[in-house]
């Protein structure tokens, strides 16, 4: 018996797609997982697979036809030793003919066979269709209000597991639409499949991600996703605490091998100063809760720090309660035991702001991406020597750029303002810190 | 010019006769080269016939306590050393002759010798140069032999062989490996074990039980490094309670060999030194991969820390060349080497594969009391910022283990708190390494805790401890 194809259902609310372009002709040998068609609604374009076998005997719905109904017939496949011809014109009853103009329809068969009968090489669960999904991704699932029945399963024959539900929350997709409201088809996050299909096989290494490559991404799109970030930004001149550098680190007691008993850097500077600045503005050193704003009494400052395969961000605790070469210290031990991976996690987790300096690369001035639980993230640029106006005439002045990220349901604007000018203070004069 | 392969083998240990039978199910032209015997070390010298031995041993144990379930034995129990390991011999070879069975009822070419790849799509085998530890069977009737031979796809399955740490080089007399540990022409009477991982373990266990005064040194600070840390404290007391000395956080820094026996200077972590002598030394400190000599270098194959470089699927980084099993890296166990050979060749034939889970790979030790674990570790679980629910169980509270004589043992289940993702199982205890299978299921499945709670578990059995196990992670436990 032919088997027809019929129109899918991208998501359970689809009534109704484009049929982008057919993959196969007819006459074409169709196996199992073959794509055959791509359909396109307003948000995505999934490709339709063949469920059985034989040979694609006829194309009902043309190349670049609109809105084709669901479960429209689109195609009829012979199975294998059918008479190809026969099945073409017998292609099964179709639910019903396309609206589109352009769409030659085959002469319904006078067989009115049920639509149900013949498989359908839909993608997507039809509406009200039996999900399957592992309980642990169910579960999951459930806690991150993820309609399931958007989601894609790469389980065995389909189901849906685990990975499959935390690739549709860092993907965004599928989030259940509040009740009572339409839901919008969301776009497809790629999958790995399709994503891969852009390059040549063999053109790449695949390196497969390890957990602080996981990590990272997690968080990062969570970050993004849930928090409204606003930024500012504000230069701040350095000459004063670049002579104040000096002269510290001149002071510096050294060991028998001549060795200084600390060095501190410019971002050790920066450390103390936004610590201090938080301190100055208790209400920007918060923690947004969904019941309650967690205001902080200590500022614990996070560094990026790079390291081979990543980053980590461990915390300065009570900052402003540390001097400079404290702090220096602290920096270096975190840094060269961050490289080997060796911190421990009280040493990362938690914190109420944070840096990331990128001066020494250059990088004039950038946004970085809040650190959740932190409300707000500095993003320092290298300092440089540039042109300033002073007292009506062009002066030379060593000057840095610096961004405040922030988490506009904890920090406002006004609020992040008078924040970074208090670092810009603290740091143009850094005596202030002292105090 | 022979035959073109799809899929040539080099290996025909666990990893590689298995992935060979699969991809001749897959309708593969395929061929397996063997230098040595048919099964490689798990079937000839490691996994099978060590059970051989642990079982004679266990027997032994429970003969000697006979009177305790009301039996009565006349005379002494004793035992014939040959024997024990002609039996084990015998278990090794039943299962050899098995495998070149299957090999053939799979129409799998078998090519005996050593090979060389020259380039992707060429191999060239030539006579075995590596003599024979123990000759098991004589070479299989109907196998190829030397010659260059093309195929499509290449897979490395060469195993790995005992580590050997300088200055305390396996002599084959006084120093042994598992090779010479296995096949004692009689047991010594005191032994030293170096480290504590499954190997070292089992045999302390088996020469122990023996009679034989045994002391292990391990230089991590616990028995069995990577089992869960309380799992291992149990295991230590277990081991000490049976008369072995335990010895962590030491190492060996010296081997000095007199005529009959060795002295080991021992170094324990704050540099303290003392000596010991024993008839014989066990070095097991691991093992590393087979990686020479197969033309590796000279293609450009990466390695690492004596392993071949491998993605989820066996890939190394030159198309057409695969690696799978120990010579593709830990976790280094016969069953790993299995699933990776078989999601490899899966892959090679553009089946829908997902890369290897190692995650969920379980390890079993055969000592006595048995450990058996899957997933993470308390500690690992923690480390990763996991907030978990821990349940355990002791065999104490099991009736089945009551009756069997076996009130020692725990099972203990690590949750996922927020998701109740079955993220670890650890058991010690009588039979655990029959029973860790059922939550490696779970795991598969990825069942949380309430499909677990709902399940109904047999009685009497050891497994309704899996149970209880879960249900105290929950608060809901009922026998204790």
């Not at chain 1, 606003?230 to 002071?251: S, V």
């Not at chain 1, 936004?274 to 969904?290: F, M, S």
């Given at each position: 018996m032919p088997i027809n194809i019929l129109m899918p259902a991208l998501s359970p609310t689809m009534e109704k797609g484009n049929l982008a372009r057919w993959l196969k002709k007819e006459g074409d040998t169709i196996k199992a997982g073959d794509v055959l068609a791509e359909i396109e609604t307003d948000k995505a374009t999934m490709e339709v697979e063949a469920v059985d076998e034989g040979i694609l005997a006829k194309i009902i719905v043309a190349d670049g036809t609109m809105d084709v109904a669901v479960n429209t017939l689109i195609g009829v496949i012979a199975a294998e030793g059918e008479d190809v011809k026969a099945a073409a014109t017998s292609g099964g009853a179709s639910a019903s003919a396309p609206k589109a103009a352009a769409?030659?329809?085959?002469?319904?068969?006078?067989?009115?066979?049920?639509?149900?009968?013949?498989?359908?090489?839909?993608?997507?669960?039809?509406?009200?269709?039996?999900?399957?999904?592992?309980?642990?991704?169910?579960?999951?699932?459930?806690?991150?209000?993820?309609?399931?029945?958007?989601?894609?399963?790469?389980?065995?024959?389909?189901?849906?597991?685990?990975?499959?539900?935390?690739?549709?929350?860092?993907?965004?997709?599928?989030?259940?639409?509040?009740?009572?409201?339409?839901?919008?088809?969301?776009?497809?996050?790629?999958?790995?499949?399709?994503?891969?299909?852009?390059?040549?096989?063999?053109?790449?290494?695949?390196?497969?991600?390890?957990?602080?490559?996981?990590?990272?991404?997690?968080?990062?799109?969570?970050?993004?996703?849930?928090?409204?970030?606003?930024?500012?930004?504000?230069?701040?001149?350095?000459?004063?605490?670049?002579?104040?550098?000096?002269?510290?680190?001149?002071?510096?007691?050294?060991?028998?091998?001549?060795?200084?008993?600390?060095?501190?850097?410019?971002?050790?500077?920066?450390?103390?100063?936004?610590?201090?600045?938080?301190?100055?503005?208790?209400?920007?050193?918060?923690?947004?809760?969904?019941?309650?704003?967690?205001?902080?009494?200590?500022?614990?400052?996070?560094?990026?720090?790079?390291?081979?395969?990543?980053?980590?961000?461990?915390?300065?605790?009570?900052?402003?309660?540390?001097?400079?070469?404290?702090?220096?210290?602290?920096?270096?031990?975190?840094?060269?035991?961050?490289?080997?991976?060796?911190?421990?996690?009280?040493?990362?987790?938690?914190?109420?702001?944070?840096?990331?300096?990128?001066?020494?690369?250059?990088?004039?001035?950038?946004?970085?991406?809040?650190?959740?639980?932190?409300?707000?993230?500095?993003?320092?640029?290298?300092?440089?020597?540039?042109?300033?106006?002073?007292?009506?005439?062009?002066?030379?002045?060593?000057?840095?750029?610096?961004?405040?990220?922030?988490?506009?349901?904890?920090v406002d604007g006004a609020l992040g303002a008078e924040l970074i000018s208090a670092f810009k203070t603290l740091i143009e004069n850094p005596m202030g810190m002292l105090v | 010019m022979m035959a073109t392969y799809d899929v040539l083998i080099i290996g025909s240990g666990p990893g590689g006769y298995v992935t060979a039978i699969r991809?001749?199910?897959?309708?593969?032209?395929?061929?397996?080269?063997?230098?040595?015997?048919?099964?490689?070390?798990?079937?000839?010298?490691?996994?099978?016939?060590?059970?051989?031995?642990?079982?004679?041993?266990?027997?032994?144990?429970?003969?000697?306590?006979?009177?305790?379930?009301?039996?009565?034995?006349?005379?002494?129990v004793t035992f014939d050393p040959a024997a024990v390991v002609k039996r084990s011999r015998g278990v090794s070879q039943q299962l050899n002759g098995g495998v070149g069975f299957l090999l053939k009822k799979n129409k799998v070419d078998v090519i005996w010798g050593e090979a060389v790849i020259d380039k992707p799509g060429q191999v060239t085998v030539s006579a075995t140069k590596k003599a024979a530890v123990q000759p098991q069977n004589p070479i299989p009737k109907g196998t190829l032999g030397e010659g260059v031979y093309q195929a499509k796809n290449i897979i490395v399955a060469t195993g790995a062989r005992p580590r050997v740490l300088p200055g305390i080089e396996p002599d084959g007399k006084l120093i042994w490996t598992y090779f010479e540990a296995m096949v004692p022409p009689e047991f010594p009477k005191s032994l030293i074990v170096m480290g504590s991982g499954a190997i070292g373990i089992e045999f302390a266990s088996f020469y122990r039980t023996m009679g034989c005064d045994v002391t292990v040194v391990e230089v991590m600070p616990q028995v069995l490094p990577v089992e869960d840390a309380e799992i291992a404290g149990l295991a230590r007391k277990r081991f000490e309670k049976a008369g072995i000395k335990i010895l962590t956080s030491t190492k060996v820094s010296k081997v000095e060999k007199k005529a009959n026996s060795v002295v080991c200077t021992l170094e324990d972590e704050k540099g303290n030194k003392?000596?010991?002598?024993?008839?014989?030394?066990?070095?097991?400190?691991?093992?590393?991969?087979?990686?020479?000599?197969?033309?590796?270098?000279?293609?450009?194959?990466?390695?690492?820390?004596?392993?071949?470089?491998?993605?989820?699927?066996?890939?190394?980084?030159?198309?057409?060349?695969?690696?799978?099993?120990?010579?593709?890296?830990?976790?280094?166990?016969?069953?790993?080497?299995?699933?990776?050979?078989?999601?490899?060749?899966?892959?090679?034939?553009?089946?829908?594969?997902?890369?290897?889970?190692?995650?969920?790979?379980?390890?079993?030790?055969?000592?006595?009391?048995?450990?058996?674990?899957?997933?993470?570790?308390?500690?690992k679980a923690k480390e990763q910022g996991l907030s978990v629910k821990i349940g355990r169980f002791p065999f104490m509270g099991n009736g089945k283990a009551i009756a069997l004589g076996e009130p020692d043992g725990l099972i203990k289940t690590i949750f996922d708190a927020k998701t109740g993702k079955l993220l670890g199982a650890h058991m010690i205890g009588a039979e655990v390494t029959e029973l860790i299978q059922g939550y490696v299921v779970a795991m598969n499945l990825e069942t949380t805790e309430e499909e677990l709670i709902y399940a109904v578990f047999p009685h009497p059995t050891l497994s309704e401890m899996m149970h209880e196990s879960v249900l105290d992670a929950y608060g809901r436990v009922i026998h204790t």
């Open positions: 769409a030659p329809v085959a002469a319904p068969a006078a067989v009115a066979a049920p639509t149900t009968a013949a498989p359908v090489a839909a993608l997507e669960a039809a509406p009200g269709a039996r999900v399957f999904a592992s309980p642990l991704a169910r579960r999951i699932a459930k806690d991150a209000r993820i309609d399931l029945a958007r989601v894609k399963g790469t389980g065995p024959h389909g189901r849906i597991v685990e990975r499959d539900v935390r690739a549709a929350m860092a993907g965004g997709t599928a989030l259940a639409a509040p009740a009572g409201a339409s839901a919008p088809s969301a776009p497809m996050g790629m999958s790995d499949a399709t994503i891969r299909k852009f390059f040549a096989d063999g053109s790449y290494e695949e390196i497969p991600h390890d957990s602080m490559r996981k990590t990272i991404a997690r968080r990062l799109v969570e970050a993004k996703q849930t928090i409204p970030h606003f930024y500012l930004t504000m230069d701040c001149e350095l000459d004063t605490l670049l002579a104040a550098r000096e002269a510290i680190n001149a002071q510096a007691p050294k060991d028998k091998d001549g060795k200084p008993a600390y060095k501190v850097s410019v971002n050790d500077f920066i450390i103390k100063a936004l610590a201090v600045a938080l301190q100055r503005l208790p209400d920007a050193n918060v923690t947004w809760t969904e019941g309650a704003m967690l205001k902080h009494q200590h500022s614990d400052v996070g560094v990026a720090v790079s390291i081979p395969g990543g980053l980590i961000t461990p915390i300065v605790r009570m900052a402003e309660t540390k001097g400079l070469a404290q702090i220096s210290n602290e920096m270096k031990d975190y840094a060269a035991r961050a490289r080997a991976r060796k911190l421990k996690p009280e040493e990362y987790q938690g914190g109420t702001s944070a840096v990331s300096n990128l001066g020494m690369f250059g990088i004039k001035n950038f946004s970085a991406v809040i650190n959740p639980p932190h409300a707000t993230i500095l993003a320092v640029g290298a300092g440089e020597q540039r042109i300033v106006v002073k007292k009506g005439a062009p002066a030379v002045a060593t000057v840095m750029s610096v961004t405040l990220s922030t988490d506009h349901r904890a | 991809a001749a199910q897959l309708g593969l032209k395929t061929a397996i080269v063997e230098r040595e015997h048919l099964g490689g070390i798990c079937l000839n010298w490691g996994c099978i016939p060590t059970k051989a031995l642990l079982r004679s041993a266990e027997i032994y144990h429970y003969a000697q306590h006979a009177q305790d379930y009301g039996l009565k034995i006349e005379g002494k003392s000596t010991l002598e024993a008839e014989r030394l066990i070095s097991a400190v691991g093992v590393v991969g087979n990686i020479e000599n197969i033309g590796l270098e000279k293609l450009g194959i990466k390695t690492d820390r004596g392993c071949v470089v491998t993605d989820g699927l066996g890939r190394t980084n030159i198309p057409g060349i695969f690696a799978i099993g120990d010579v593709a890296g830990p976790p280094m166990l016969a069953h790993k080497a299995e699933h990776e050979g078989v999601i490899c060749v899966e892959a090679i034939k553009g089946l829908h594969v997902h890369p290897i889970d190692k995650s969920m790979i379980p390890g079993c030790t055969y000592c006595h009391p048995q450990v058996a674990s899957v997933g993470l570790t308390e500690a």
